[in-house]
């Protein structure tokens, strides 16, 4: 194909076919949040440091803001939004709860994601390996003790239903 | 931040003077220049795509030569506008006879405003050096081919850090040796 | 944020990429784009044309060469290293390093060509594969050339691989004796300040120094701590300041960090 | 002693019930899930993005701007230029005195740029790219002037102006001067001198950056501002009289906020700007500011250097107060300035009884980012430069430090306690504390892990550090700067509401950014109410139009847990005695005491069978209300309370009087392992113990102590806003400005006591803030595990370890800073 700076994305968000023509240039962080008003995932920086807008690209957790748009046509993602079902939360939104482990709650869907994504890979993780997990997911209110904690919580399955 | 050297070249000071002093044709031999004009004696305006790799910087520079006394030194400064950066240089070069040929003394002094000067600090630098070696090896060149033009091609006694097969920024490029540009911060 | 205008496009072979870059002034290749698309965020340095190498799996392949070597495709990711059986029975070290770049969301995405292409002077695997004496191979197209690792990298942000042409091979050699990597970045597994990768073999030292110099530093020395730090102390080393160390402080993690790298090195023998 | 606030206050013992308890966030089910609604959430039809154009240089006079190329860019609405604002608006008010007052600040550059990042004209596209491509295309001619960086310079003769309207760098000076320090250096044994002590320039940066859809009413000529500012009182009061309308004319809407830490106060300038834009295109305007806008452009946490201090010292180690200069970097701007010159006043002493304290303090202007309140508002510099006192006295006497500490401490039994400017601290044991935090890092211990970590080459040390969270401001200091400012006392609102169905509805004045007000306000109304926070709802977030909003509204200087939460009680208790006075009428009870409030029902105490549901009571107030007979006429189950502290304006003849209501505090422990070869260090333990009085809900308390420890590391290792000769600001954004991640943070261990203060209902405290207890905790330690390496003294807040290995290598510097004499 041609270069084009702009062409048509077809994408799967959380199950749903999303099809739009888009910009090439658009980060597709913007695309989740602006043109398909999917506005849980967050924007933190502009470096690709804070893990804000982590989502689940083809089952691997990456940062929606380090990627185009156009890159994600015929994709699979996930984000933060396909957690809870029937409006039952995830074990890890309930344990984040339980363990007081937001604030603002801005990181929050990213750190769930990342957290997410290493407790599908490895289902009981160590706190060091929980640490690492969430190492590219910044918190400026929690300093991460509780966020720690919880993950490790839901990895034990001790959330109350 | 401030980068010096010296170089010598076999070439009579005149020639070495022509060259340096023949903006067009010096634009034409450095990488990256797009376009050139000539305004005046002393005005030149370039756009130059300064090559990184990862993309290029676009910049348009305008030259103005403020001092100059053939066929020993001149002095000019150029300011350059990018996105997100603003360039400003002022530079100097004094050509003194020596034995088989000429001597130069070079220094410029380069400035970097804006988003670029915040997020490149560390890189900046080496950057810089990179782009003067390209257009000391432009002068080189020019030098050389004026010579070949002029029928004897004298080896040069001076080289430039890229002849010797150094890589423009590594370690040799930084080196305080009269023969690389030597620069404080 | 908020690129400026760039034309994309996803070629189906490297032949396809290569042509493509050839024929685009101001194209360069997207690999992970943990760098490039960052740096377009900036709009300061930005490319024309994205050929996006995404759908070329032949530069995804991680196998091992006749001689025992490996032979890396340059889109392969640091997870992907991290996880491949091959590296880590034939140069761990490559998964070691590959686990010390930021974190697993750009690991995930970051691929080895774009670490070596985008040549950052704090980036990790330039010094590595500059220790291993690793080949790459560049094809454009006038065909495909091998150049070894120490003259790949030569400046920051500029390797041999230059406009119209394609990593598409990193063949790094079998194992030597060991192979250590040491560094002192900010906070933990940061963004380096000093790095330092060796190989070892018969007590000699292949050394390469990162984040001192626009492009890798490369000494050999004997295998021992003083003639690593008298090598690293001689070689005249003129590294730049910024505000997370001045030059003298670079300096002087050199000789710490080299020394450290190959004990690692050794300890891994 | 100021007779107002030491009469102590009935403290009620904590109710059964829920207040105490940590309950679940009623915040957190909308934010696990991504349904929170924050600034850049907020979507309006046809809305424009703005960009700014920022000045690439730190000072220069503009000579131009030419606006046409973007413009006639397609898709681009309009643009803002400095011009139009200085002729549309009015100069922002400033609080200080000649010359700081006469400071012009506009919400763009008029004239000429004074940091790198200034904003100097705005575009309004389409989307956000084209606006930035628009942005590009604005043409700016500057002339360079030469800047001014350092303060201890600023005042030079022959230092660029900033702000020639003023004439001088100089925002405010003046001298704070207590007790009687001549007196106290001939009482003293030897005099303890240190030539200089350093606090960087930082800020908390919060996750969210600032930002703002703004909306015209051409009909009402009324703003919507749907802004993540954290103190709409304070950004009404300077954006009214800039814009030339009326207070009401500025609605602000906020729901969930990322973050605020004080970072998200001073927008007003951005916000003018976009009050401008939308009124002039007709069309609502958003604006979001990216990360590097933020570190370059918003609020930094003040800069302040300490000059030739001299502590008196006896030989038991008491210490008899000290003396010294310091000088304060406001930054470019003075927009909340200068109020940072008195707010530190408010801990003078530190924890310590130092009675005798004279300061020449003195703020200026420099070619940086505006300064503004950051987690631990100059009072975080104060405390730092006070537990160096201590550290460096001990360091320097051969006195231990935890020794020295208790005999300098003010006593449990002392408080409350008048300081020497009359402020008082209401509650505390700090001796406790202390010891309880030592006991958290086995301190008996440390002497066999230093001599562990020797064995390996390393070099362990621990420290002490301490934080006062002075909470509720007293604004009658900012008279204390300037006599002319009309500002005392302080206030906040709440309304809670009985509704047809029953339904308890609660509004706050407040902007939480993180402080789970939701949750905390419903704890006490459910006490008061005899119902569960579940039967509680708490509205999310903040409008001004909500008439639950006074002159002080907003979240920051840790005071909710006071000044909310006393609102909440306050318009509670008259809602229960409104539903209590409805139930007698209709129940027959013989007057509102014969009435207990329970499950949801009002019932007669002598027969509990008789009981009114709270869902009658509300159906017959606002929906079946005939008949009801006349003394139930103010009977309107919506009760509006404002809390208003108990202050007197301060002495502003000898800066004496009270400052604030509450001190909550904290002791930090840490320890730590230097590697000498690289200045490399770990923290290996850490313990925190606060004290912030009767606790609502622990676990957000225990949150607040993690998160300030966490902001304290960042700034004592990773995180300062250093700028190069020509100004140009080089940590630019997060790549640089390098924040604590998970692997960066140490495990913490935290433990609490409560000591109630005597001046709140609650008996609770604010808190929250209590950054600086860690940056002084590392500082410490460093200089512990330092002394046998060199034995240099730690004059920097910010350690990187650049700095801590030129410690090593060059420790006389730092020593050569510091003298000790016979008095």
Known sequence: MEPVTSAPVSVTINGEVYERDVDARRLLVHFIRDDLMLTGTHIGCDTGNCGACTIHYEGRAIKSCMMLAVQADGASIETIESLAEDGALHPLQQAFSEHHALQCGYCTPGMIMSAKHLLDHNPEPTEGEIRRAIQGNICRCTGYVNIVEAIAAAAKGEVSA | MRVAGT?????????????????????????????????????????????????????SINFEQTESQPPEHARLHAKGNGVGAIMSMETAFHLSEEAGGTGMQWEADVRIFGQVASMGQRVIQPIVNQQVQNVLNAIDERVSATQAEGGEAAPETGSSAAEEGVHPGSPEAYSKEPEGPTQSA | MLLSEVAYTRPASVDDAVRLLAEHDGARPLAGGQTLINVMKARAAAPDVLVDLADLD?????????????????????????RSSAVNEKRPILAEVAAQIADVQVRNRGTIGGNVCSNDPTNHFPPVLVAAGATMTIASTAGERDVPAEEFFLGVYLTACGPGELLTRIAVPPAEEGDGFASVAIGVDGTCIVNAAATVRD?????????????????????????????????????????????????????????RAVANAMGAS | MSSTTTAPERVEAPQKGFAGQSIPRKEDRRLVQGQGVYADDVRRHEMGYVHFVRSPYAHAAITSIDVSKAAALEGVYGTLIGEEVAALTDPFFQLSVPPGSEIKDYALAVGKVRFVGDTVAAVVARTRELARDAAELVEVEYEPLPVVIDPQRALDDGAAVLHEDAGSNLVWEGTFDWGDFDAALAEADRVVRIDRLHFDRFSSTPLETSG??????????????????????????MMGPALRAGMDKLRFVSQDIGGGFGNKICTHPQLVALCLLARK???????????TDQHTGNSHGNERVFLDVEVPVKADGTMLGFRCKAIDDAGAYSRYEPLGCIIWAQVTPGLYRWRNVHIDFTQVVTNKSPCGPNRGYSRMQHLWFTERLIDIVAHELELDPVEIRKRNYIRAEEMPYETPNGCVYDSGDYARCLDIALGLVGYDGLEERRKEAESRGKLLGVGIGSTLDSGTNNFGQSQLLNPDL????????????????????????????????????????????????????????????????AGFSGTYASQFAVTGLGAVKGATEMLADQIRRLAAVILGADGPEGIELDGGFAKRVDNPEAALPFMACGAIINANNAGLPPELDDVTLNCRYVYRPPFQVPDTERKFGNLTLTYAMQIHVCVLEVDPETGVYEILDYAAVDDCGRRIHPQIVEGQVHGATAHGLGAAMFESFPYDEEGTPLAANFYEYHVPHALDMPPLKTDAIESPSPFTSLGTKGMGEGGGASIHAVCAALQDALRAAG??????????????????????ASRALVRVEAS
């Open chain 4, 486 to 549: 009309q500002f005392s006392g302080n206030n906040e609102v709440a309304t809670v509401k009985l509704d047809i169905f029953g339904e308890v509805v609660v509004t706050l004045g407040t902007t939480p950014q993180g402080q789970s007000h939701e949750t905390t306000a419903s704890q006490v109304v459910a006490d008061l109410l005899g119902v569960t926070p579940d039967d509680v709802q708490v509205r999310a977030g903040h409008d001004s139009y909500w008439n639950t909003h």
């Open chain 4, 281 to 291: 295109l007709n069309r609502p305007v958003q604006w979001t500011e990216w990360r």
């Open chain 4, 791 to 812: 034995n240099a003294i730690v004059t920097d807040s910010h350690n990187p370890y650049h700095r801590v290995w030129e410690l090593l290598e060059n420790p006389e």
């Open chain 4, 212 to 237: 703002a859809v703004v909306e015209y009413d051409r009909g009402t000529g009324q703003w919507t501002l749907h802004a993540n500012n954290q103190f709409p009182g304070f950004a009404i009061i």
């Open chain 3, 58 to 82: 032949e530069l995804r392949s991680v196998s091992v060469g006749p001689e025992g070597g490996l032979e890396l495709g340059p889109m392969t990711t640091c997870t992907e290293l991290i």
């Open chain 2, 7 to 59: 170089r010598t070249y076999a070439a009579p000071r005149e020639q070495v003077w022509q060259v340096l002093n023949d903006p067009a044709e010096m634009a034409g031999l450095m990488p990256g220049v797009e376009s050139f004009e000539i305004e005046d004696e002393t005005h030149w305006k370039a756009k130059v795509k300064v090559p990184l790799g990862l993309g290029s910087m676009r910049m």
């Open chain 3, 203 to 259: 007590g000699h030292a292949r050394v390469a120094l990162g984040c001192v110099a626009a492009a890798p530093v490369l000494l050999t020395a004997a295998a021992d701590e003083g003639a690593v730090r008298e090598a690293v102390r001689g070689a005249g080393l003129e590294p730049p300041s910024d505000l997370h160390g001045p030059a003298e402080y670079r300096r002087r993690l050199a000789d710490v960090v080299a020394a």
